[in-house]
């Protein structure tokens, strides 16, 4: 048999959480969803998640969360990562970091595993990304595995995707928070994206008021960035695979406004 995994990309900000609260029972029934992750890394107002927005994606129906390099953003809410089971921070922080990296969702029929991951490329000078993540499967006894996989640079996320395939069910890009329309079922049966896109204000600069962020670039200096206020949308994949085996039958990118 068959099951349906609905991932939903970076939620950016309150006005993100509230359109995907808004829009996310309608979409498990059109797509007919058993399980969905979600990552909320950028669910706070600013970025980083809060105890507010974390229980807030609970309530409106993830499964699971990820995060990425803004877990740890509100120091305020760091030891939610130990109370909240379902709540993930990158695998590969140094041992001793608080929370976890792998979840395991009981479906009584069959177990499904969520590992977050994070690149190093540009980012934060985890362990290698490729090291930690075969140290996460040798303790996953379960072939439905999707990795949400925390990246900035295409080619070590392109990289991951080859690296897993057909060790994974799916290779799920985050970070970039644009939606790539690169999906696909690669030949050892695992389904990837390199990035799955965000959830937020559509017309911004990944999330942030555009006049802000040109002014960034455009003059070098400091600005004070501040979430815009357009209409949102929901950037999302789903990915059907065989509960038995692990491997990926389709994947399907969505964008809701």
Do not use: W
């Not at 048999?1 to 609260?21: I, K, Q, T």
């Amino acid at each position: 048999m068959s099951m349906r995994l609905l991932f939903v990309g970076d939620v950016v900000s309150a006005c993100g959480c509230e359109f995907l609260g808004s829009k996310l029972r309608m979409l498990k029934s059109k797509y007919n969803i058993d399980v969905t992750v979600v990552n909320g890394e950028n669910s706070a107002q600013g970025n980083g998640i809060t105890v507010h927005s974390c229980n807030y994606l609970t309530k409106i129906g993830a499964d699971v969360i990820t995060t990425g390099n803004h877990a740890f953003k509100r120091r305020e809410s760091v030891e939610m990562f130990d109370r909240v089971e379902h709540l993930l921070r990158p695998f590969n922080y140094p041992d001793g970091v608080i929370g976890k990296g792998v979840h395991i969702i009981d479906m009584g029929r069959c177990r499904i595993a969520v590992v977050n991951l994070m690149g190093v490329v540009y980012m934060e000078p985890l362990e290698n990304p490729y090291t930690a993540v075969m140290k996460a499967l040798e303790d996953i006894d379960t072939p439905n595995i999707f990795v949400d996989f925390h990246a900035e640079a295409t080619a070590e996320k392109k990289g991951m995707g080859y690296f897993l395939d057909g060790k994974v069910t799916a290779v799920l890009g985050t970070h970039t928070h644009v939606q790539t329309a690169d999906e696909t079922i690669l030949s050892g049966g695992t389904a990837y994206i390199t990035d799955v896109g965000m959830t937020g204000p559509e017309e911004s600069v990944l999330g942030v008021k555009k006049e802000l962020a040109i002014e960034r670039q455009r003059f070098n200096f400091p600005v004070r960035f501040i979430e815009a206020d357009t209409p949102c949308f929901i950037n999302a994949v789903v990915v059907e695979f065989d509960e038995k085996t692990g491997r990926a039958i389709s994947i399907e990118r969505i964008i809701e406004r």
